[in-house]
């Protein structure tokens, strides 16, 4: 994972994909900025991003897969699921992201970050 300034991170992480069938775990690079985290097949392809403010931010184990955490956007009912390679950037990315998403939140300046 690559620092790039405050509420700026970006580096490979692995994302929950469903189908009809099965779960898989694609590798794409993530790009948090500002409020959001802009995810795709690489650096110069960020096609998707998911908006952090007001999110759900949690650790998690689905599929027994160790080092996840989850985001839930506000107002979505769908759920993220992303995995880092080991506890220190699974750490990173979740400081990052809370960050982030306190940092967008322009009704509540109290908003602590608190990671669940």
């Not at 991170?9 to 469903?18: A, C, I, P, Q, V």
């Not at 189908?19 to 775990?25: D, L, M, P, S």
């Not at 096609?47 to 027994?64: M, P, R, V, Y």
């Not at 699921?81 to 982030?100: G, H, K, P, T, V």
Request: hydrophobic share 30%.
């Amino acid at each position: 994972m690559e620092e790039s300034g405050s509420n700026h991170k970006e580096g490979w992480l692995y994302k929950r994909h469903s189908t009809f069938v099965a779960h898989k775990w694609k590798k794409l690079w993530f790009r948090l900025k500002d409020t959001q985290l802009h995810y795709g097949e690489n650096e110069q392809n960020l096609a998707k991003c998911i908006e952090l403010e007001g999110c759900e931010l949690t650790e998690s184990n689905i599929d027994k897969k160790e080092f996840c955490f989850c985001i839930k956007p506000h107002k979505s009912k769908r759920i993220y699921y992303i995995q880092a390679c080991n506890r220190e950037d699974q750490n990173e990315w979740m400081q990052a992201i809370c960050f982030a998403k306190a940092t967008g939140n322009t009704t509540d300046q109290s908003q602590a970050c608190i990671i669940q």
